[in-house]
């Protein structure tokens, strides 16, 4: 449940029953445990999925899950998304990170999980998927089911990386959403495409133009400068890279709300963060399991932000309303963004360079910076609204510093108007009901295993009590019985009643599913070596590098180096003879001086607690069934 490892569970259990010996079984006992689990489970892998979310839609109103089937009613999609994952869509899907990654389960089918950033800036998931490859057709199927499941429109952004598949997909399904490439996957390409003395030379150069540009006018003119400093105006990845440029340089995208991201690195960090949980052993129950431990993990962290937010006060940089005002509404690390945006618009001048009736434009600059940049803050006198030419407001949602500035300096506004805050990062970002395409309800109630957990906390105290004493245990045992009788009643009425409506399924086969086969991947992008690790290879492409005998383009390596293993055998031969050996406590017969009654007594021992562990695993799995 837990991905302890199998010697580590031993040694767990011998520390509870207080030594080893009184486990009951061996270590080799559990190892054979596992094996004779993945025996059962062999050829059943798909329809037991399918028995977990249905499981999963009993347990918790709300969840949503939606499986296709090839010819063979083999799994080759599935997608799915709890009640929590919707709602937040609702609240946080205006943005969505796209990607892909491996190595997730033992069938090697594509894990695709859908995610975006909540009001603490914490990454968090919408929906997941399984995919058999990574073609147009899965990625429509994929997006299709994701915006059923979700309730509202579309977002109004989705960041993935240069597939042209993922790309074809998008615009078939989200034409309205613009679709942003991830600019951290493109950076790192410079090092590859760009020999190693231009890269060094200008690398720099190229990141400040993309960054440092606030519009598209200057990017192209820095560009173009830097492409004829370096001498590289000929380039065709750069060329093919700059014919791209609106979806993934930020000074021509800066006008579209982002959520203040330009990659899909916290889905890489995500991914990264899940493997920690899953690996390419797993089974997909087996995979849903640790999956889901992973989500609870990343919710927990949400809810340590939110009792943060509710119970602590954050530092004040300077004692005015504003500040105050904006630590009450805004999450703390949203917060901490806006007030340094405050505490800077103090050291900032205006001069007005054109007015009208209807309209202001002012020139901003630093006091201290004289010749430094200057921002142009347009102010709209019947909206009663200031835009400024850095775009912070309309790419991350928070207020920059400029337009502070011109709010309290030319205007003495000592409280942000609600046309200044953007409500996702608020602390009452969840405040409103959710309601699915059926205008039904998205609720988060309390799972079966929460109210047992809750029971089970408020009533253990009682036994810890009574067991002290036998009158207490006698008493203990006959209410049980009594209340025992009086529950089963309800709970056949419970029974009989069934379930509540759950979210909508939908699948292209109403039979048991078979699982997946094993599918092939593009495999995960390789490691970009540095220029000393390049010059190595070049050295080094006939063979490789012993670190033995210390030569390049052997065919062996240290751990077979016929150096090493030829010195091994002299020293062998030096230092041990047949005189050296104790042959007899090696004798199968010896039980290494244990007598033939002990060793049976084990044996019988470990016999009886496989077969009670066999028991516990067969009434668990029992729950699927």
């Known amino acids: 449940m837990v991905n302890i490892p199998t010697h580590q569970q031993f040694d767990i259990v011998g520390v509870q029953a207080g030594g080893f010996q009184y486990i009951g079984c061996t270590q080799q006992d559990l190892y054979n445990l596992e094996r004779d689990k993945r025996k059962e489970t062999k050829g059943h892998d798909g329809e037991m999925l399918h028995d977990y979310f249905l499981l999963e839609q009993e347990k918790k109103f709300g969840f949503f899950f939606t499986i296709k089937a090839d010819v063979e009613n083999r799994i080759t999609h599935c997608f799915w998304a709890d009640a929590i994952s919707r709602q937040s869509y609702k609240f946080y899907g205006d943005v969505i990170i796209f990607d892909t990654t491996y190595q997730t389960n033992r069938y090697s089918l594509i894990f695709a999980p859908l995610m975006g950033i909540n ?20 990625f429509v199927w994929l997006l299709k089911e994701f915006l059923n499941a979700m309730p509202g429109g579309p977002p109004k952004m989705i960041i993935t990386d240069q597939d042209p598949a993922m790309e074809k997909a998008i615009s078939e399904v989200l034409p309205d959403t613009f679709h942003r490439y991830c600019s951290w996957h493109i950076l790192r390409k410079f090092s590859e495409k760009l020999d190693a003395i231009k890269f060094r030379d200008h690398y720099d150069e190229f990141r400040n133009c993309i960054y440092s540009s606030e519009n598209a006018e200057e990017f192209d003119f820095k560009w173009k400068s830097v492409l004829a400093k370096s001498g590289l105006s000929g380039h065709k990845w750069l060329q093919s890279i700059y014919e791209i440029r609106f979806r993934w340089v930020p000074a021509y995208m800066n006008h579209i709300f982002s959520a203040g991201m330009s990659s899909s690195q916290r889905a890489e960090s995500a991914h990264s963060f899940f493997k920690d949980y899953v690996s390419h052993k797993n089974s997909l129950v087996d995979f849903m399991v640790q999956f889901s431990r992973g989500l609870l993990h990343k919710r927990h962290e949400e809810l340590i932000s939110d009792h943060i937010d509710i119970n602590e006060k954050p530092r004040f940089k300077c004692p005015i309303k504003m500040e105050k005002q904006m630590a009450a509404i805004y999450t703390r690390k949203y917060y901490y963004i806006f007030q340094d945006q405050l505490w800077e618009s103090y050291s900032y001048n205006f001069e007005v360079t054109k007015e ?33 030419s850095c775009k912070l407001f309309e790419s991350a949602g928070v207020s920059c510093r400029h337009v502070l500035a011109h709010l309290h300096k030319l205007h003495q506004v ?44 408020q009533y253990s105290h009682v036994i810890d009590s009574v067991v002290l004493s036998e009158e207490a245990s006698q008493l203990f045992r006959e209410t049980m019985d009594s209340l025992i009788e009086k529950i089963r ?120 607690c496989f077969l009670v562990l066999n028991i516990n695993v067969e009434a668990r799995s029992g729950i699927l069934e």
């Open 119 to 138: 009001n603490h800036g914490q990454a968090i998931v919408f929906g997941a998927a399984f995919l058999s490859d990574e073609t147009t057709a899965s």
């Open 356 to 388: 009208d009736e209807t309209n202001c434009i002012l020139k901003v600059m630093r006091q201290d910076h004289e010749d430094g940049r200057a921002r142009v803050i347009m102010y709209d006198k019947s909206k009663d609204f200031a835009s400024c």
């Open 414 to 457: 000592h409280k942000l108007s609600d046309q200044y805050i953007l409500k996702r990062w608020t602390k009452s970002a969840r405040s409103e009901v959710v309601m699915d395409k059926i205008d039904m309800e998205i609720t988060v109630r309390k799972s079966l295993l929460e109210k047992r957990g809750l029971l089970f906390q």
């Open 489 to 608: 009643p309800l709970l056949a009425n419970n029974s009989s009643e069934g379930v509540e409506p759950c979210a909508k399924t939908s699948s292209t086969h109403q039979f048991d599913f078979r699982e997946p086969d094993e599918v092939k991947t593009k495999g995960r992008a390789k490691r970009i070596k540095r220029g000393k690790e390049k010059e190595n290879g070049k050295h080094n492409s006939s063979g490789r590098h012993c670190h033995g005998c210390g030569k390049d383009g052997q065919t062996h390596d240290k751990r077979n180096c016929p150096l090493l293993n030829q010195s091994a055998d002299v020293d062998t031969n030096e230092n041990f003879s047949e005189d050296d050996i104790d042959t007899d406590s090696f004798h199968p017969s010896s039980n290494f001086g244990e007598t033939e009654e002990t060793c049976c007594a084990c044996l019988a021992a470990a016999n009886f």
